[in-house]
């Protein structure tokens, strides 16, 4: 097999470069390898050109493979990977974002990434190989792109430091974890999450990386070198210029007017400036105007950018701090268990809480993680938000990232199993979408935590934040921003957390990056917006109820001895079977040995919880119990003292003489016995001689 051989430094690790021929038939394609964890990542650009498209058709793709973790996952009917993970589709849309700037904005060509997991350890996670993968395949490819890109994760906490690219197990003991992806020198890319950290260390976390990025770029661009090949630009397509002129200077002031106005009559303008296009005299072609939406667009983000830049006005005249009027509510839904409505501006949420017993948890099988997960943040975006006619399909990879995202930013916040055992599940409705949507989710799913009495010790809060530049350096950081400042804008950062700090953040750009300096006032006027909003929701409830609604169910924990677990459960199951079909109820046994009792009925669940004290109970020296005579022998009578426990009451326990167990006892009889001795082999002796005992007989005489 011929191979090239590279590597990239990055602190103290090292990542494997190969180019080979594996996949030959691909415009361009690399192995990286750090540790045993290995990534092959391929590049292929469609060979027709696709003129009539007014975006750039990109796929990204990350495909895990269970034999890289030497795992069988599936059912016992399907043993083989199908539709990707959650995991799997996060990792994808994380590629895309960092690259998806990069490429020529006028590209209309298919190119399709496709990153595969071959390998993997459990120290290295694949994502940052991913992404220098993508940067490496697609830079010595024919395929037009600005790169290279890297790509760091930063982990923090006091105990630690920083840490670059942290191993998972380093990872669990980090309170902050992000990962940042930049081009040159700048950022482009950020996605990661922390426990209430603050602004300073996440500006800290973003120098460190960006001088990590600066100089991998410089390596790569080494490599790129020996390796680069001819771009094709023959899918670049190309705009009369004479005819964007023409509609430039046709819409001059009027664009400025419609922007500005309430109304925002953007097609009937659309309609002005086409008629007086075909009647000018140029004999513009079929192909000119097929080009129009995508000048016409061109023109009025160049409009926006220049009124935000010169004039300090927004499309909807609002300050550059300035957030949308805010109104909140909650239990607006009578038989959820919690719910909230958020609204800002016209984007507005519905999150809405439901508790299930421990055994409601999702059980997650995946190549880097298998395990539970007893919070669910689920997010929904049906088309009527927006004014759409859409289908009602499964969740898309937008839905499941922006849920994603408000999860992160919630998770810190849920209390650990042993304070609150249910588990947790969240779903948030676009029901008006106009701009930040996710972290209205975040919004409104703090409130209705905290209507349905999960307790957690404060609101959780998110905001948005835009930015609008220009090629002299000038730029304007917007707060909240919405639709066309988000469309035509060139950040979208999101920042999500408490009063004391950031538990999620998530930025992407339009542009090729921003700096230090952008970044640092970034989140100083996002925390400004997150405690204005965190103030409106207090306003609202601003503890967790002390009661939960009488519509969830209740749960009761109870401790026994690991040991027994034996003897609840039973042979085949039967005890705890009958328990719970008995009184209704749902019964989680861990392995320490604690259980929890769950019911929508509180009684039912204080008889199984009864039940189960009398099943577990230890017999104590000294005890008074009641049991039934199971045998007679010569010596005395076993006694049945319930739940698998018995004792011997011999002859010689009886407070009078006795010549025969049967003149005074007989089989199913019920009796009270004192617990006389408890052997360390667990036999149990019992005796009648301390409690008063009238024989059901006469003695024989």
Not at 125 to 146: K, Q, R
Not at 180 to 205: L, R, T
Not at 529 to 539: V, W
Not at 566 to 572: A, D
């Amino acid at each position: 097999m011929e191979q090239k051989e590279y590597q990239l430094k990055v602190n103290d690790k090292v990542i494997n470069i190969k180019f080979n021929n594996l996949a030959q038939q691909a415009n361009g394609s690399v192995v990286c390898q750090l540790g045993e964890t290995l990534v092959l990542t391929t590049a292929v650009m469609g060979s027709t050109e696709r003129p009539d498209l007014d975006f750039f058709p990109l796929l990204v793709d990350y495909e895990e493979k269970f034999y890289a973790a030497g795992k069988i996952y599936g059912s016992r009917f399907v043993r083989r990977e199908s539709r990707p993970t959650e995991i799997a589709i996060l990792l994808a849309r994380l590629v895309d974002r960092a690259i998806r700037p990069l490429f020529p904005e006028m590209l209309r060509r298919d190119v399709q990434l496709v990153s595969t997991c071959l390998s993997i350890d459990e120290d290295n996670d694949p994502d940052i190989l991913a992404l220098i993968g993508a940067s490496l395949a697609l830079s010595t490819s024919n395929i037009p792109f600005g790169g290279p890109l890297s790509a760091v994760r930063i982990g923090w906490s006091e105990e630690t430091g920083f840490l670059i690219n942290p191993t998972y197990q380093e990872r669990e003991k980090c309170v902050l974890d992000v990962i940042f992806a930049g081009q040159g020198e700048k950022i482009n890319m950020i996605e990661g999450g922390g426990k209430e950290v603050s602004e300073e260390i996440v500006s800290q976390a973003f120098n460190l990386a960006l001088e990590e990025i600066i100089k991998m770029n410089k390596e790569q661009e080494n490599i790129i070198k020996e390796n680069s090949r001819e771009k094709d630009l023959s899918g670049i397509k190309t705009i009369n210029q004479e005819f964007q002129q023409e509609l430039e200077s046709f819409l001059n002031d009027k664009l400025e007017a419609v922007i500005l106005s309430d109304q925002k009559n953007f097609e009937e303008l659309k309609k002005e400036a086409i008629d007086f296009l075909k009647n000018s005299n140029k004999n513009y072609s079929e192909e000119d105007f097929k080009n129009f939406d995508l000048i016409y667009n061109q023109i009025i983000n160049q409009t926006i950018h220049r009124l935000v830049l010169e004039k300090g006005l927004r499309p909807d005249k609002r300050g550059l701090k300035e957030i949308r009027p805010i109104e909140a509510s909650i239990d607006f839904l009578p038989r959820a268990h919690g719910s909230a409505i958020f609204m800002r501006g016209l984007t507005h949420t519905l999150s809405a809480v439901t508790l299930g017993s421990p055994s409601d948890v999702l059980i997650m099988q995946g190549m880097e993680f298998t395990g539970e997960k007893r919070f669910l943040h689920h997010y929904n975006f049906p088309g009527y938000s927006s004014g759409e006619v859409a289908p009602l399909r499964g969740p898309g990879r937008r839905e499941i990232g922006h849920g994603a995202l408000a999860e992160r930013a919630i998770t810190p916040l849920i209390p650990d199993k042993e304070i609150f055992p249910y588990t947790i599940r969240v779903v948030s409705e676009v029901l008006s979408s106009n701009g930040s949507t996710s972290m209205a989710s975040v919004c409104s799913s703090s409130l209705a935590l905290m209507a349905a009495g999960v307790p957690i010790p404060k609101h959780i809060a998110g905001i948005a934040m835009g930015l609008m530049t220009n090629d002299k350096g000038e730029y304007k950081i917007l707060t909240d921003i919405q639709g066309p400042e988000d469309h035509f804008g060139d950040m979208d950062c999101k920042v999500a957390g408490t009063e004391k700090g950031i538990t999620a953040l998530q930025m992407d750009l339009k542009i090729k990056g921003i700096s230090q300096e952008i970044f640092e006032k970034t989140l100083i006027q996002a925390k400004e917006a997150r405690l204005f909003i965190l103030e409106k929701m207090n306003q609202v409830i601003n503890e967790p109820r002390k009661n939960l609604s009488p519509y969830a169910p209740r749960i009761f924990t109870y401790k026994i001895k690991p040991e027994k677990i034996g003897e609840l459960i039973g042979p085949g199951g039967k005890v705890i079977q009958a328990i719970t079909q008995a009184t209704g109820t749902t019964i989680d046994i861990e392995e320490d040995g604690t259980l929890y009792i769950t019911s929508p009925d509180e009684e039912k669940a204080k008889i199984a919880l009864q039940e189960i004290e009398e099943i577990t109970k230890d017999l104590l020296e000294g005890e008074i119990v009641e049991g039934k005579v199971s045998q007679i022998r010569d010596f005395g009578a076993i006694i049945d003292l319930g739940h698998q426990h018995s004792g011997l009451l011999h002859i010689s326990e009886f407070p009078y003489r006795v010549n025969k167990i049967d003149d005074v006892l007989k089989i199913g009889e019920t009796i009270k016995v004192k617990v006389k001795k408890i052997e360390p082999n667990g036999k149990v002796s019992l005796s009648l001689k301390d409690l008063k005992f009238e024989s059901p007989r006469k003695e024989k005489k």
